[in-house]
């Protein structure tokens, strides 16, 4: 018999559409597998995959019905008996692969990493997959360093506002483009160079660029090709249109590489270091209810935040 107690709240959708198909529903409480935790979810991440999911545009999560969000923090309720890095209690935050718009979430222990203590879970959800996209960007596949000059675009994004601080913290020299509004923002985190698309030719004002993440996609893949140095380097964290093809990145003699920000609690745990020593902020643009959800992909859909989107749980 399911009590009110193994009962909890998700927001569910059962059709594709605008953020008013989303529907809070209450369910069974899901159990963790053997390598899984349970986790009570405090605070949870709203980001571009979940509205491009929610509209059909990218159907990440397959057919409805699907409860959408990748970023979660919380407190470990249960683990399963594989589980020896995390007790009931623990605070931690992750990335999942959907499920996390929900008071209560499993997922395998191995994608979590503990919370900092000094971070909220707040700041702790919106942190996750902005600094896994980040990290293998300009990290691992980069190699970001002093000597390198490394372009964001979309800079004052969730993944943006974080990769400009990674680069910067490894010593590269940052270009960012991003709204005029935005440009003391950005170089408050250590931008050196700033860009407003809307106003200038990015395409043309920048040269000799080591290595350029793209957050935006269509036109801006090919364009920032003449930014590059030979053998430069565009990356692209873009879950819709690319705007080119591997080919054609190669064919103008310069490297391509995607960044899948695939979970991992080993990579979370680095970058926890990081978010306690102030190296990386995360900046929150807005904190709604769970039952708020629609309003959060309606801010997130207009292209104008700045930092992270949350859902916060009761």
Not at 3 to 21: C, D, I, K, N, W
Not at 40 to 48: E, F
Not at 86 to 108: C, K, M, N, Q, S
Request: negative net charge; hydrophobic residues 45%.
């Amino acid at each position: 018999m399911t009590t009110e107690q193994s009962r909890t709240l998700a927001m569910t959708q059962h059709r594709f559409g605008g953020p008013e198909v989303l529907e809070l529903e209450r369910r069974p409480r899901p159990r963790p597998a053997e390598d899984e935790i349970l986790l009570r979810v405090h605070a949870a991440g709203v980001g571009p995959a979940d509205w491009l999911a929610r509209s059909g545009a990218d159907p990440l999560y397959g057919e409805p019905p699907f409860t959408p969000g990748q970023d979660v923090s919380g407190v470990v309720e249960t683990a399963g008996p594989a589980v020896a890095r995390f007790r009931p209690g623990d605070e931690v935050f992750g990335r999942i692969e959907g499920g996390g718009h929900a008071l209560h979430v499993t997922a395998p222990a191995a994608h979590f990493a503990v919370k900092p203590a000094t971070l909220d879970h707040v700041h702790a959800a919106a942190a996750a997959t902005a600094a896994l996209i980040a990290w293998e960007a300009l990290i691992d596949i980069a190699a970001a360093g002093p000597g390198t000059r490394v372009l964001v675009h979309a800079a004052a994004s969730g993944p943006g506002h974080v990769a400009v601080q990674l680069a910067k913290a490894e010593g590269a020299y940052v270009i960012a483009t991003a709204r005029a509004d935005d440009h003391a923002f950005l170089r408050g985190l250590g931008a050196d160079e700033l860009i407003d698309p809307a106003a200038t030719d990015f395409a043309t004002a920048v040269h000799d660029v080591d290595a350029a993440l793209d957050l935006v996609g269509g036109d801006h893949g090919p364009r920032t090709l003449n930014t590059l140095r030979p053998n430069g380097l565009l990356i692209s964290a873009v879950p819709g249109d690319l705007g080119l093809s591997p080919e054609d990145v190669e064919a103008r003699g310069m490297r391509f590489a995607m960044v899948r920000a695939a979970p991992s609690g080993e990579r979370l745990a680095k970058i926890a270091a990081l978010l306690v020593n102030d190296r990386i902020r995360v900046h929150i643009e807005a904190a709604v209810p769970l039952a708020e959800a629609a309003k959060a992909h309606e801010l997130g859909e207009t292209g104008l935040g700045r930092g992270g989107l949350v859902l916060v749980m009761a």
